[in-house]
């Protein structure tokens, strides 16, 4: 019958169409809002903003955001300088107690947030590595970019939390077991990686704005990097040649410094990042007094200030209603705006580079020259300082003013006190006195849950 | 594979049109060429025992789809061959089936048939079966249930009717999603933002995209918009629930859940009728907690000073130092005590002749609410249905196209919703507005407040807008062989303005805030197409059904949110052009396609077992490559044992009996589309791309495995009739964020884990008819659900998101509870265990489980009809337990009211506001001593109605006619203290409403 004959011609042509179409009317084009990452690294413009995505998203993770958890507010307790202004928030009283339980969320959010950015820097090493649609001095850009990125993570790892696993690819099925490599091996990759990305990047700020990292940021941090690891001539070299960058870099009024690009900013962060139409940063909103901010400075740091440095006050104000007086980080003036975007938050400064030459250059025996970059600060904060320090001090005495002068200049920012205390080994005479206070307080405790998830993460002594 | 896939588009649509140019061909050729017998026109009049007339009987060429319905007299008219077997049947008659000889006039009387629900048919997705020949566990309402009742949503109305269905109206507001689940809950991810329980919801054969529209208004943002909304509830002609392997597995990756088959009404082959339809009504919050006034209010806040022994001073006693302490307001009144005045009206047409039928259906709807302010809900609905079939009955054309447009006003309050606000408010805090009838700001600023109904100036209009279209084509290839293609289209948009002005805030605030608005467009579309073969064939005392068929599946869903800040004039707030800034929140739109094969086989002998065999292979983008395809299948069977001779001969009284049961898997593909790809995403902030998961190329399906067992049975030749089912679904393979430390970047990936939830659970429905004269109706049934839901098996659950969730060999809606000792003698405050001993309380002690979800659950439908006088009764009821009321407010002492008896509790602890006493609150307040009652049964729905008799409608010119009275919600009895015990929490219950119409057919 010649239906049936159609009917089989038909059904034939379904069958057909069926089985050999099925996979491929199954592939959807990849949505507007995402990226396959094999595309994202097929041009200049597209991995560019991948890089841009790290920087913004440095702005939301908290170790470097700047809110309550981040290192400024947890280090700032864990040193002598910041308290919680009320003892309801368990969290905080672990940090300012040296008490640390190895449950605390703000342990385990500074190592959640930087390892994501060190997945972020890998990722895009990846990525730059595998494309060949990406022109060479974007390339070397980016790598330089993602390179200083990861090495300043690892840096604060490793200060936080003593050995801590180096992250060097996004393979999970590796990095889910990996194990916590040496102190001075993750220090080895640091350096590594700064002198890397000395060597690609340039020293110009793309765009004039210094939240993006130019070969300058890769040299102050490197010169930090070798004062910790005290090889006083490199520190003494690589700081001198920030500073000697005059034409980028000087020291401004007291009340410029954090001021969004500028002159004495390195690398800071953009509240860009938070994607929103508020403005300020969140140090601003972390510190600046109110009825509901919880971090307040101690009040015996606050009293370290004579009355006549501009610093104190400048950059500490007091905050008082029915419940609370206080004083506290005054450094960021903006504490919520929607408006224009005026400050910043300053990672690497210039104050901090002459601090890092004054120290090498006492250990090198340059007192004098010590004394000159002192002085620098000192100046700056309208302390007539030739005057006040003896020329003749002994390393150990240098070593004590600048030690006060970097609690002065750099409080509440970065942890620099945390990491000072730790790596001069004075923090048992400094924090003694906290009665639940023990040596092995200088390291955090490597959080419960990785460890739980991670059975090759061994814990620090103490916990 | 863009280009592949364009091939391939035309290649479907290629065969597609050839199929109809195909059908259309035959259809117009074939009457030249009779293939068979000369066809010839048979007709007659059909009349019940007493020798009247019934209208709308169906006549069916029996196996061939063609069909005719007898008009208000009777009469019918139908083409068939000598030879064919007409087939009589009509709702609560015994069906009548008559070969053809060589005669033209076929005159039938029916008799009426008690168990004639049996013939019924139901819709079981891809094909059809009755009640009595059903092997797969399938629940049915029908429009008599729905059309009348004065809600929004139409799931609303399955409420109480269905075993094992379990649906939540989660507030009174309308429009709000209700929660709906078939047997209890599948999947572990159950957020608003990735739901793994929702069923697959088919309209008219067209899947549709079910999932709430997320909406900003706070008052609704926890359950969202339900795109259903938009369907005409009186278009509806019934609602099919498929809960069984048997009745789910032929929908595959998207059963598990089960499905929900609306479908709307047809027109019939008579004479062209108009209905129309009018009801208006009103409704108010069902329950108030009973709170306490001022006096008492205050004399427990003052105790609580004392038992501090704490001078109340400004600062803390703002309610005793500065608010009038003689001033009392039932806040409660004020802010949800309004009354939703509701209309509906509808209006339809139908008619037709042999050949061709339609209808059309027109309504209105339009709902107040119970808020302050002027806001309400309307909707409009059209639906148009056309079914044609050609002369010789071989084609048949079926096209359904329903459009819905709803506009919805809701209250954007600033923070907590309008209703918890009010019940935690004190009686005797100032009033909202200033005697000029503005916001009053001062009095509540004294008091270190912010006017809790500073939201009234903020408005969000929600309009939606909603298109279905199917086709169903069928042509008969030959004797037992049809060919079909289902085609639909839906086209769903909706967009929320949500418009903040100043005036919303404090003028003290006005500084620091910005008039600002958010628009959310949401947009989905789908298109379906889905060519069948149909194949039956009778042999013997065998017959056979087999379909097979293919799905071919798109969708695009899309959504854009934008936020604009900074408007200088109120008017202008919402066009973004005048906005200071403008952020885009979210702009993405989704793709997602589905491609299937499936089959079906159905036998049976004798009309005596039944065998019913279902099988898909199913295709989703939603997977990585190599997972894309699975397989699913079940098998059903059914045995009428009342038909053997053994049982029928010896138990006289047994009408009816059948056995069946049903194994086979589902599986659950709401996991969210492009997982597996490896991919950046745009940042919040412009210009940035950041991979924001880490990504596996090999997750797939959630794997359901549900097996069956039921007996079915009547009794007193139908009189009473009862369905007893036993299930046991368990769904496994679980996609879950699997734990990862945190040195891979992130601290999950989704993974498919060996995860296993089990719902098992006895269903139990009895329907009698009590009492059957030709005055006095009774009927009544009774559905009793009891299920149970466990965590089967959860490997290194301590390590992941759920550990404080879930908790292995216990139901997923839990709470895990402190266990509560007691009130300390000495500080007269809670304490509870520390069960460890550790001196902290935290999840380790948390050792008391209580579940939240249902013991049991039912409903009981008593129908009366007296002569032209009408009632139906229906009582919802559900056994569970929920947190108590006293804890929903706050500690005793602290500045919030209380419910009443709070005073009298031994079980409280003192009025205190120490930290302590605080502290023991929180820790009471998710212990033990929360579990409470909150069992409830409720009128769900009464209705009464009235025909108007023949000699009143003959005058009007009417054939039909009728008044009616709907009450909903009218009673609620629980020991529940709070609002609405079917969902637990300070939220808006649902509305008590009666409503009055008229119905008039021409």
């Not at chain 2, 139906?872 to 419910?899: D, M, P, Y």
């Amino acid at each position: 019958m010649k239906i049936s004959i159609n009917i089989k011609r038909l059904l034939f042509l379904m069958g057909t169409c069926l089985l050999a179409s099925c996979e491929s009317f199954l592939e959807v084009d990849v949505p507007d809002d995402k990226m396959v990452t094999e595309t994202v690294f097929a041009s200049d413009e597209t991995a560019e903003s991948a890089m841009q995505g790290i920087y913004y998203q440095l702005f939301n993770a908290t170790f470097s955001g700047g809110t309550t958890s981040s290192i400024s507010v947890l280090g700032g307790l864990s040193a002598d300088l910041l308290q919680p202004v009320t003892s309801n928030n368990a969290f905080l009283v672990e940090f300012s107690e040296n008490e640390i339980f190895t449950e605390n969320t703000g342990v385990l959010a500074i190592w959640r947030s930087t390892y994501n950015i060190v997945y972020l820097a890998n990722n895009l090493l990846e990525g730059i590595e595998n494309s060949t649609g990406i022109s060479e001095p974007v390339r070397d850009r980016l790598e330089g970019e993602a390179l200083f990125i990861r090495a300043f993570c690892h840096f604060y790892l490793v200060n936080l939390y003593g050995d801590v696993p180096l992250v060097l690819s996004t393979d999970y099925d590796k990095n889910s077991l990996i194990p916590r490599t040496e102190t001075s091996q993750v220090y080895e990759q640091i350096i590594l990686d700064l002198e890397r990305a000395r060597e690609v990047l340039d020293e110009d700020y793309i765009n004039n704005e210094r939240y993006y990292v130019n070969r300058y940021a890769a040299t102050a941090l490197l010169a930090r990097v070798n004062l910790y690891q005290e090889n006083w001539n490199q520190a003494e070299e690589l700081s001198s040649e920030v500073i000697d960058a005059s034409s980028l870099y000087s020291l401004p009024s007291l009340n410029e410094v954090f001021l969004a690009n500028s002159s004495e900013a390195i690398w800071q962060i953009s509240p860009a990042g938070r994607g929103n139409i508020l403005t300020s940063t969140n140090e601003g909103y972390t510190f600046i007094g109110s009825s509901s901010t919880s971090i307040k400075l101690n009040p015996e740091f606050v009293s370290t200030l004579d009355s006549s440095d501009l610093r104190s006050t400048s950059w500490i104000g007091h905050f008082s209603n029915e419940n609370y007086e206080y004083d506290f980080v005054h450094k960021y003036k903006d504490r919520s705006s929607i408006n224009n975007i005026t400050e910043y938050a300053t990672v690497l400064r210039l104050g901090e580079q002459y601090l890092i030459r004054a120290e090498a250059r006492a250990n090198l025996g340059n007192i004098s020259g010590a004394i000159d970059d002192i002085s620098k600060i000192r100046e700056r904060a309208g302390i007539d300082s030739t005057s006040d320090i003896d020329p003749n001090l002994n390393l150990s005495e240098i070593m004590d003013l600048v030690m006060k002068e970097r609690a002065k200049e750099l409080f509440a920012e970065w942890g620099h006190r945390w990491l000072d205390l730790k790596r001069l080994e004075n923090a048992t005479e400094v924090l003694g006195e906290t009665p639940t206070w023990q040596e092995t307080d200088v390291l955090y405790p490597i959080p419960a849950e990785e460890r739980s998830k991670n059975p090759n993460l061994g814990q620090n002594p103490g916990y | 594979m863009k280009n592949n896939y364009s091939r391939l588009k035309w290649v479907a649509l290629i065969i597609l049109g050839g199929i109809l140019f195909f059908l259309s061909k035959a259809a117009n050729a074939a009457p030249t060429t009779p293939l068979f017998q000369q066809q010839q026109e048979v007709s007659g009049i059909v009349t019940d025992t007493n020798g009247l007339p019934i209208p709308g009987v169906s006549i069916i060429v029996k196996n061939t789809t063609r069909g005719v319905v007898t008009n208000l007299d009777g009469e019918y008219s139908i083409p068939a061959a000598p030879g064919d077997t007409l087939v009589f049947s009509y709702l609560g008659f015994k069906p009548v089936e008559i070969v053809l000889q060589q005669q033209q006039q076929v005159n039938v009387e029916m008799e009426e048939d008690i168990s004639a629900l049996g013939e019924v048919e139901i819709n079981a997705g891809y094909y059809n079966t009755t009640e009595r020949e059903r092997t797969g566990s399938i629940a049915r309402v029908t429009s008599e249930d729905i059309e009348l009742q004065p809600i929004v949503n139409p799931i609303q109305a399955l409420q109480g009717r269905m075993a094992g269905v379990e649906i939540t109206q989660r507030g009174g507001a309308p429009g709000m999603a209700p929660k709906i689940r078939i047997r209890g809950q599948n999947s572990l991810r159950d957020t608003q933002n990735d739901n793994g329980n929702l069923p697959l919801y088919i309209i008219d054969g067209v899947p549709i995209n079910s999932a709430p529209i997320p909406s900003y208004t706070v008052d609704i943002s926890n359950t969202g918009i339900d795109p259903l909304n938009t369907i005409g509830l009186s278009n509806i002609a019934s609602i099919e629930i498929l809960k069984d392997a048997d009745a789910t597995a032929i929908y595959g990756s998207r059963g598990a859940n089960g499905v929900v088959l609306i479908t709307t009404k047809r027109g019939y082959a008579k004479k062209t009728a108009v209905s129309a339809r009018y009801y208006s009504g009103m409704g108010q919050a069902s329950r108030k907690m009973d709170l306490l006034n001022t006096q008492e209010y205050i004399s427990i806040r003052e105790q609580a000073f004392e038992n501090d022994g704490v001078e109340p001073i400004v600062s803390n006693a703002f309610d005793l130092l500065v608010w009038d302490r003689d001033r009392y307001t039932d806040w409660q009144k004020d802010f949800f005590g309004g009354t939703a005045e509701i209309q509906n009206a509808q209006l339809s047409v139908s008619g037709g002749n042999k050949n061709t039928s339609l209808r059309l259906g027109s309504g209105y709807h339009k709902e107040g609410t119970v808020y302050p302010g002027d806001l309400d809900y309307q909707k409009v609905t059209t639906s148009l249905q056309v079914n044609h079939t050609s002369d010789n009955g071989k084609f048949n054309m079926d096209i359904s196209l329903n459009y819905g447009a709803d506009t919805n006003n809701f209250l954007h309050s600033l923070n907590s919703s309008l209703v918890s606000t009010a019940v935690n408010l004190p009686p005797n805090a100032p009033s909202i507005y200033n005697e000029d009838g503005t916001l009053n700001w001062e009095d509540w600023e004294a008091g270190n407040r912010t006017n809790p109904l500073a939201g009234l100036y903020n408005t969000s209009t929600t309009k939606s807008e909603n298109l279905l279209a199917n086709a169903g084509l069928f042509y008969e290839l030959m004797k037992g062989l049809r060919l079909r293609a289902n085609l639909g289209y839906t086209n769903y948009n909706s967009d929320e303005l949500l418009k903040m002005p100043k005036r919303s805030y404090n003028p003290e605030n006005w500084g620091s805030v910005s008039a600002r608005s958010i628009n959310s467009i949401v947009g989905r579309k789908s298109w379906l197409a889905e060519p069948q073969l149909i194949f039956n064939k009778q042999f013997g005392q065998n017959e056979l059904d087999v379909l097979i068929g293919a799905t071919f599946q798109q969708n695009s869903d899309s959504r854009i949110t934008m936020s604009g800040y900074g408007y200088s004039a109120e008017a202008q707030i919402g066009n973004l052009m005048v906005a200071e800034d403008v952020i885009v929140n979210t702009d993405r739109t989704i793709d997602y396609r589905y491609n299937a094969l499936f089959a079906r086989i159905g036998y049976n002998w004798e009309k005596k077992l039944f065998l019913n065999l279902t099988a898909r292979r199913d295709g989703s983008s939603r997977f990585g490559s190599n997972k894309r395809f699975a397989n699913f299948g079940a098998v059903g069977a059914a045995w009428i044992f009342s038909e053997e001779n053994f049982i029928s001969d010896n138990l006289t009284f047994l009408s009816f009996g059948k056995l069946r049961g049903s194994f086979g898997t589902t599986g659950n593909d709401q996991i969210g589309d492009y997982g597996y790809l490896d991919a950046y995403e745009s940042t919040q902030a412009p210009g940035g791309l950041i991979p924001i998961q880490l990504t596996n190329p090999n997750y797939s399906w959630e794997e359901n495995r549900k097996i069956e067992a039921a007996i079915s049975l009547g009794f007193f030749e139908d009189k009473l009739n009862t369905e007893v089912s036993w299930y046991r679904n368990r769904s496994s393979n679980q996609l879950v964020g699997f734990p990862l430390p945190s040195t891979t970047g992130f601290n999950t990936i989704l993974a498919n884990l060996p995860a296993t939830v089990q719902n098992t659970g006895w269903e139990f429905v009895f329907t009698s008819r009590n009492i059957s004269t030709r005055d006095f109706n009774w009927r009544t049934s009774f559905n009793i659900s009891f299920p149970r839901n466990k965590l089967l098996e959860f490997p290194d659950i301590e390590q992941t998101a759920y550990a404080n969730i879930y908790r292995i060999g216990e139901p997923l809606n839990i709470n895990l509870l402190y266990r509560y000792i007691g009130i300390d003698p000495e500080t007269g405050l809670y304490s509870v265990a520390d069960i460890n001993n550790d001196g902290s309380f935290d999840y380790q002690d948390r050792t008391v489980v209580r579940n939240n979800g249902r013991n049991y659950f039912g409903g009981i439908d008593n129908t009366f009809i007296y002569k032209n006088f009408s009632a139906q009764f229906l009582w919802e009821f559900v056994k569970q337990k929920g947190r108590s009321a006293f804890f929903q407010t706050g500690n005793v002492g602290n500045i919030v009211n209380q419910l009443q008896g709070v005073a009298d509790s031994n079980n409280l602890q003192v009025p205190s506001q120490t930290t302590l006493a605080g502290r023991q609150y929180t820790l009471a307040s998710n212990s033990s001593l929360t579990t409470t009652d909150a069992s409830f049964l409720r009128l769900k729905t009464f209705s009464v109605a009235y025909n108007f008799p023949q000699v009143f409608t003959q005058r009007i010119g009417s054939t039909n006619g009728r008044i009616f009275l709907n009450g909903q919600n009218l009673l609620t009895f629980t020991p529940y203290k709070g609002l609405d015990p079917q969902d637990i929490g300070t939220y808006l219950p649902v509305l008590r409403t009666v409503t009055t119409g008229i119905e008039l057919t021409f």
